[in-house]
Each structure stands twice: as structure tokens, then as C-alpha cells.
């Protein structure tokens, strides 16, 4: 039991101290994702405009 307890803390710890790296991994992750998103909308509105 002490040593699962000892490995909560540890975890903890590493999640305490390297919170805002895993935030600036998410936040590339999601603006990349973003970016592809917006991107395939342009050429869908490039290649087919509506009212033609």
C-alpha cells in the first residue's frame, strides 16, 4: 500500500510541475487540427461556390 501511495504522489508531482507543457502540446495538437479544419473549408468553398 505504501508504495502504490508513493506512486500516486510521484505522479501527482510530474503532473504538478509539467501541467503547462502538456497544455502547449494540446494547445499545437488542436490549432494544427483547427488550421486543417478551416483549410478543407476554403477549398470546398473555392472549388464549388454555392449559387452557380
Given at each position: 500500500m505504501q508504495t502504490i501511495?508513493?506512486?500516486?504522489?510521484?505522479?501527482?508531482?510530474l503532473i504538478s510541475i509539467n501541467w503547462?507543457?502538456?497544455?502547449?502540446?494540446?494547445?499545437?495538437?488542436?490549432?494544427l487540427f483547427l488550421g486543417a479544419y478551416l483549410g478543407?473549408?476554403?477549398i470546398e468553398a473555392m472549388t464549388?461556390?454555392?449559387?452557380?
Open positions: 501511495q508513493d506512486g500516486y504522489r510521484s505522479f501527482s508531482l503547462d507543457r502538456m497544455f502547449y502540446v494540446f494547445a499545437i495538437a488542436a490549432s478543407t473549408l476554403m464549388h461556390p454555392v449559387g452557380y
